[in-house]
């Protein structure tokens, strides 16, 4: 299976819409050609806009920029979220501006840069946000569907994009706030997100082996979240798990949980992160230490059930 990654397919989307919407223009912090932005710096060298290291100077200009009509994409690594949060904060979502965020190298496959690089909170810190969509596309096809989207959106956006090249799957129906059904199963739920789909769908191909019928859903959009999707399931199969390549505390886990409380859970298991810091080595050993291979995630969820 071909496989690409994310960010990469982000740097083709603005290119693509570039081409077709004048008002679009491309930021980034001194990061183009990690964030894949230098494609569209390359195509439109007129909308891009450089700002070094200076993210929070950065979302200022876009909030600026908004306000001319145009729409400002900006580009960086999902870890500096936090560096210019209180301009994400009250510069674009209290005014309610058109800004979008496209986001880089999130979670612990960013690799070997580290604990203090790897972006394990980004989406508690965006989705908390009012009025801010938080997008964490799968693969390259949902990517392009997300920032096709973001343009169309009046209003604060968050892509997460990754490092690590990851499984192209053939182009899904695309609804914002609407989840996808991956597999349909009986005997437990999966519900993930990002590029950590690939792992799940692992688990559950080899759950099947050992006779457990497992659902797996992939939600593009964390917010607005599809809670009706995760209730129908929750009702269905009793057991949830929830697996992400983010911190258990904020993100998909903390969505899921107040969505499909009362719905008749008897099991519920949030996979991620724990309360620590990710840490430097190869993205494959990675996920094998924190326990997101789908080996080690149909092992947990078999004992679990």
Do not use: W
């Amino acid at each position: 299976m071909e496989k690409k990654a994310v960010r990469v397919a982000y740097g083709e989307a603005l290119v693509k819409l570039g081409e077709t919407n004048e008002k679009v223009v491309v930021l980034d912090a001194d990061l183009a050609s990690a964030t894949m932005t230098n494609a569209f710096k390359k195509a439109f060298p007129g909308r891009f806009y450089d700002c070094g290291i200076a993210e929070a100077n950065m979302v200022d200009m876009a909030a600026g920029m908004s306000t001319m009509g145009l729409i400002p994409f900006c580009s960086t690594f999902a870890v500096f979220a936090g560096r210019n949060y209180d301009q994400i904060r009250n510069g674009v979502c209290y005014p309610k501006f058109n800004v979008k965020f496209g986001f880089s190298h999130a979670g612990i496959t960013l690799g070997e840069d580290g604990g203090s690089h790897q972006a394990i909170e980004d989406i508690a810190l965006m989705r908390v946000l009012p009025g801010m969509t938080v997008f964490v596309p799968s693969d390259a096809n949902e990517c392009y569907q997300c920032v096709e989207a973001a343009a169309k959106i009046d209003g604060p956006v968050f892509i997460r994009t990754a490092r690590l090249p990851s499984p192209v799957y053939d182009p899904r129906p695309f609804t914002v706030g609407k989840g996808t059904v991956i597999r349909d199963g009986k005997d437990c739920v999966l519900f993930t997100c990002g590029i950590q789909l690939e792992h799940v769908i692992n688990a559950a191909e080899i759950l099947a082996g050992k006779g457990i019928d497992a659902a797996v859903v992939s939600f593009h959009t964390l917010k607005p979240f599809d809670t009706e999707l995760a209730r129908a399931y929750t009702a269905k199969c009793k057991k949830v798990f929830t697996i992400e390549e983010h911190s258990v505390i904020g993100g998909l886990g903390d969505t899921v949980a107040p969505a499909i409380i009362g719905y008749g859970v008897e099991t519920f298991e949030k996979i991620g992160i724990n309360d620590e810091f990710g840490q430097s080595g190869k993205p494959a050993d990675l996920l094998v230490e924190y326990g997101l291979t789908g080996p080690q995630l149909a092992d947990r969820i078999a004992a679990a059930l």
